[in-house]
Antibody, heavy 122, light 107 residues
Framework: QLQLQESGPGLVKPSETLSLTCTVS??????????WGWIRQPPGKKLEWIGS???????YYNPSLKSRGTMSVDTSRNQFSLKLSSVTAADTAVYYC??????????????WGQGTMVTVSS | EIVLTQSPGTLSLSPGERATLSCRAS???????LVWYQQKPGQAPRVLIY???SRATGIPDRFSGSGSGTDFTLTISRLEPEDFAVYYC????????FGQGTKLEIK
């Protein structure tokens, strides 16, 4: 059964770069036509899509991030990563990685990691 | 960006009752690509409905979705104790955006 697990520092200083990794187990990132995405949820607020990537390298981002986000994939480790630069307190959130189809009516975030809390504070 | 507004913010009902949750979009959702998720405390969201009205695999038939264009509804016909949670709508007709959620609580 496919599982996703986020990892990374729980505390990041303002203006620094937040780095998270999602490890996929029970299946291959490159063995399917799925996209791999990042979603976050600030405390008490709604979910926000950050961006998604395909194992072949194509990426697309939420324009609201204003080019602060960079995603990459490491197929040899079956992982994909997110870097978010110049963080502020507004970036404090639970960060989830999730799988989705990328197109069509069934393009849902159907498998999620458990989420990891990241706090931006000095 | 398509903004999704869910109502009510909180819905207090008893087990066995019928729940009706609303999701309104700021503009028409292309393809009626509207998804409903359920989220329980400390857990990731779970897909209930996609394509506005199709139940995801393993979802009980007491959950149903309807609507098109800008107005969508999630109905839970007879509430079970495990249904009390937060429900989010999400559209993927134009990028991906989520509603702010409806908390379904036990009355």
């Amino acid at each position: 059964q496919l599982q996703l697990q986020e990892s990374g520092p729980g505390l990041v200083k303002p203006s620094e770069t937040l780095s998270l990794t999602c490890t996929v187990s029970g299946g291959s990132i490159s063995g399917s036509s799925y996209y791999w995405g990042w979603i976050r949820q600030p405390p008490g607020k709604k979910l926000e899509w950050i961006g998604s990537l395909y194992y072949g390298g194509s990426t697309y981002y939420n324009p609201s991030l204003k080019s602060r986000g960079t995603m990459s994939v490491d197929t040899s480790r079956n992982q994909f990563s997110l870097k978010l630069s110049s963080v502020t307190a507004a970036d404090t959130a639970v960060y989830y990685c999730a799988r989705h189809l990328g197109s069509g009516s069934a393009d849902t975030f159907d498998i999620w990691g458990q989420g990891t809390m990241v706090t931006v504070s000095s | 960006e398509i903004v999704l507004t869910q109502s009510p913010g909180t819905l207090s009902l008893s087990p066995g009752e019928r729940a009706t949750l609303s999701c309104r979009a700021s503009q028409s959702v292309g393809g009626n690509y509207l998804v409903w998720y359920q989220q329980k405390p400390g857990q990731a969201p779970r897909v209930l409905i996609y394509g506005a009205s199709s139940r995801a695999t393993g979802i009980p038939d007491r959950f149903s979705g309807s609507g098109s264009g800008t107005d969508f509804t999630l109905t839970i016909s007879r509430l079970e104790p495990e249904d009390f949670a937060v429900y989010y709508c999400q559209q993927h007709g134009n990028s991906y955006t989520f509603g702010q959620g409806t908390k379904l609580e036990i009355k």
